[in-house]
Nanobody, 115 residues
Framework: QVQLVESGGGLVQPGGSLRLSCEAS????????MSWYRQAPGKQRELVAL???????NYADYVKGRFTISRDNAKNSVYLQMNSLKPEDTAVYYC?????????WGQGTQVTVSS
C-alpha cells in the first residue's frame, strides 16, 4: 500500500503560479508512474500530467507549455509547477501513484484561480 500526501494548493489570480507537491510513502516499487489529475465541479476527473520513474513525461493538451511535472525519486515525490493559470484550471488536484501492486490516490488539494 502506498500513501500520498499533497500540498501547495490555494487561491491565485489569473496569470499567477502555484507549485503542487506530493510525497509518497509505503511500499513504493522501483518502476512506477506518478501523475496529477484534476476534477472540477460537475466534471469527471481528468489526467493533467504524468511522469514515469524512468524519466518520461506526458501532458494533457490544455496544460502544455504552462505546467511542468517533475520528480525526485530519492524523496519519492512528484511536483507540478503551474504557470499562467486560468480560471478554467480551478479544480481539486489529485496525486496518483501506479505500480505493479496497484493504484493509490491522494486526498486532493484545491486550486482556485480567480481575481
Amino acid at each position: 500500500q502506498v500513501q500520498l500526501v499533497e500540498s501547495g494548493g490555494g487561491l491565485v489570480q489569473p496569470g499567477g503560479s502555484l507549485r503542487l507537491s506530493c510525497e509518497a510513502s509505503g511500499s513504493i516499487l522501483k518502476f512506477n508512474v506518478m501523475s496529477w489529475y484534476r476534477q472540477a465541479p460537475g466534471k469527471q476527473r481528468e489526467l493533467v500530467a504524468l511522469a514515469t520513474s524512468g524519466g518520461s513525461t506526458n501532458y494533457a493538451d490544455y496544460v502544455k507549455g504552462r505546467f511542468t511535472i517533475s520528480r525526485d525519486n530519492a524523496k519519492n515525490s512528484v511536483y507540478l509547477q503551474m504557470n499562467s493559470l486560468k480560471p478554467e484550471d480551478t479544480a481539486v488536484y489529485y496525486c496518483n501513484y501506479q505500480g505493479l501492486g496497484g493504484t493509490s490516490w491522494g486526498q486532493g488539494t484545491q486550486v482556485t484561480v480567480s481575481s
